[in-house]
């Protein structure tokens, strides 16, 4: 064999820097799957420890009683109560879609918004490169953070807003 052909069979056998950094690809059908199994333990975690802690926190109450006056139709009221209206309405929505009371629709949107962001740090691991077991890894311990499990029973508006964070984030940056 000449020198050249050696060479040619040495770069052959070597991976490319390309190959090195590739980010593994999860098919869809694996990472729904995995989005879908941290829901379900997320609604697990949230109904076993959430809802064994009676009080809620004091700006809960405000949105839970502006919902209350949103439902009934005294806008009035509802705006003294609390002037942002946003987390109001759509607890007052939620409990009339459904026909429960505005608190258990309140704690259900948090679960939604909590959800919503525990899908989202799934998503920003596989786009970090990370495999199954890195996302499902991730999601627990975001779900089982302390911070996290001592807020579970409260009722924010800033719950959404961590979690559409990342979209606030980008419009932002655009407008500079």
Known sequence: MSLRNSEAVETRMQPSVQDEFAIPTIPRGQMLRLMLGAAVVAVIVWCVLGLQRDLINKDGVLFVEAAEAFKRGDLDRAFAIFPWPFISVAIAGISSMFGISAE?????????????????????????????RVIACGALLMMMHPQTLQTLSSIFRGTGYAAFLRERGDSARTRQ
């Open 104 to 132: 258990v629709a309140a704690h259900l949107l948090n679960l939604g918004y909590w959800v919503v962001a525990v899908a989202a740090m799934q998503l920003i691991l596989r786009e970090l490169g990370g495999g199954p």
